[in-house]
Every structure is written in structure tokens, then in C-alpha cells.
């Protein structure tokens, strides 16, 4: 069975830190590009932050809460596993977070394979 696994949430204090993981089992990752998402109660997903499968890029949301500079996006082929360090975090990042796979190359769309999602709550 083909899927992606995601786990590390959890309740943090504003300001805290988390690492997420995604693991992938029946298929490698080396093929893919993954792509973390996320939606808040009420709200749209959204796209957090990608990383090509070959040559590594990666792309982070440029939105209003930016994450750029507070979380990093990473993977380990040999583990079959991306990750999410998230730090500085703040309240309006509290959200399920979702995994992603498309081949090769990260896109706006056409993923082929989520997670179930994990939820990260950032609270006092």
C-alpha cells in the first residue's frame, strides 16, 4: 500500500519549535517532490513549503505569515522521510499539516499521494 505517513505534531508554546517528519512507505521518495501543506479551521489549505526530488530546491509560502526563515524543509532519501523544522512559531501557524508527493518537480497542484495529517496547535 502506497502512502505517506506524517507525524511530530503537537501543542507548543508561541515561540516553540516542532519537527515534523513524512515518512513514505510502498514507494520511494526518491521520485518525488514533496510539499507540506496546511489548513487552519475555516480556512483554505495552503502550500507551506516544497523540496524537488533531483535537484534538491526548495520553495517556501511567501504569504502574509511568512515562514520563510522560521521553518526549513528538508529530506533524508536514505530514511524515505522529509522533513519540517518549524520554529519561531506563532499562533496563526496552528493548523493540520499535510504531506504531499508529485513527481519530480514541485507544482501548485497534482500531487498524487497525502498524508493523513497532524495537527499542530500553538498556544499559551
Known amino acids: 500500500q502506497l502512502q505517506l505517513v506524517e507525524s511530530g505534531g503537537g501543542l507548543v508554546q508561541p515561540g516553540g519549535s516542532l519537527r515534523l517528519s513524512c515518512a513514505a512507505s510502498?514507494?520511494?521518495?526518491?521520485?518525488?517532490?514533496i510539499g507540506w501543506f496546511r489548513q487552519a479551521p475555516g480556512k483554505e489549505r495552503e502550500g507551506v513549503s516544497c523540496i524537488n526530488s533531483s535537484d534538491g530546491n526548495i520553495y517556501y509560502a511567501d504569504s502574509v505569515n511568512s515562514v520563510k526563515g522560521r521553518f526549513t524543509i528538508s529530506r533524508d532519501n536514505a530514511k524515505n522521510t522529509v522533513y519540517l523544522q518549524m520554529n519561531s512559531l506563532k499562533p496563526e501557524d496552528t493548523a493540520v499539516y499535510y504531506c504531499?508527493?508529485?513527481?519530480?518537480?514541485?507544482?501548485?497542484?497534482?500531487?498524487?499521494?497525502w498524508g493523513q495529517g497532524t495537527q499542530v496547535t500553538v498556544s499559551s
Open positions: 504531499a508527493a508529485v513527481p519530480w518537480r514541485c507544482r501548485s497542484g497534482g500531487y498524487d499521494y
Open positions: 510502498g514507494f520511494t521518495l526518491d521520485y518525488y517532490a
